[in-house]
């Protein structure tokens, strides 16, 4: 995806849709739901490694995944009440994977983790 693409895809957002997830996530039992979480698993105390290489099923929401972030990142500066010392980054990846937790395979789209969980 080029940047004109990203940038294009921005002006569609359906922001209320993000604003749900996070108040969801605020609200959100975690003892008994859990948290889901995205992870990252490079290396990156050895660069003249291979990076590792994801599940082929998340390939198709790498570029997805990485607009979410800046938006709910953003999003999670209007949060009231929020506290100031705790990065956005944190809050907004576990609304980042509540939001596209996995697509199951055999399907296009990427279902939420209270989806799975509610199952």
């Not at 698993?41 to 198709?60: C, H, I, N, S, W």
Request: glycine share 6%.
């Amino acid at each position: 995806m080029d940047m004109e693409t990203i940038l294009n895809e921005l002006k569609n957002l359906d922001l209320d849709a993000y604003r749900e997830i996070i108040v969801y996530c605020e609200s959100r039992s975690t003892g008994t739901e859990g948290i889901p979480a995205v992870i990252g698993l490079d290396d990156l105390t050895r660069p003249d490694e291979p990076v590792y290489q994801g599940a082929a099923m998340d390939e198709k929401m790498h570029e997805k995944m990485a607009l979410d972030a800046l938006v709910f990142t953003w999003l999670y500066t209007e949060v009231e009440g929020r506290d100031p010392h705790y990065p956005c980054i944190a809050p907004a990846m576990s609304a980042l994977a509540e939001k596209s937790f996995l697509i199951p395979e055999g399907e296009e789209a990427p279902v939420q983790y209270r989806a799975l969980w509610k199952e």
